[in-house]
Nanobody, 123 residues
Framework: VQLQASGGGLVQTGGSLRLSCAAS????????MGWFRQAPGEERFYVAA??????YYADSVKGRFTISRDNAKNTVYLQMNSLKPEDTAVYYC???????????????????WGQGTQVTVSS
């Protein structure tokens, strides 16, 4: 299974971007899909996750970001509005391909990771 993230770029404060993450490879049904981000010199932090029809967000993006999923296309999206300079980071998508007990904000939950897409918000 491969995850391909796209949609990053340079945007001004207050602008919007939509990230996409397409899964390819063998028949795959993710129990959880998520987005994380990593700024230079920092750890990779949780941003959002979708479990079935339920969505979850980090406090820092709640009300501004929206995660959604198109199961027919095996693609997850992250709509980012009202972007701030502190949102600047490389954004990674991730997927879990099994059931069991898990916590969406925990990186260990995920079995597959995309390559990352750079988001830069200028002030």
């Amino acid at each position: 299974v491969q995850l391909q993230a796209s949609g990053g770029g340079l945007v001004q404060t207050g602008g919007s971007l939509r990230l996409s993450c397409a899964a390819s490879g063998r028949a795959f049904s993710a129990s959880v899909m998520g987005w994380f981000r990593q700024a230079p010199g920092e750890e990779r932090f949780y941003v959002a996750a979708q479990v079935g029809s339920s969505t979850y967000y980090a406090d820092s993006v709640k009300g501004r970001f929206t995660i959604s999923r198109d199961n027919a296309k095996n693609t997850v999206y992250l709509q980012m509005n009202s972007l701030k300079p502190e949102d600047t980071a490389v954004y990674y998508c991730a997927a879990r391909g099994r059931g069991g007990v898990y916590s969406p904000p925990d990186r260990k939950t995920y079995d597959y990771w995309g390559q990352g897409t750079q988001v830069t918000v200028s002030s």
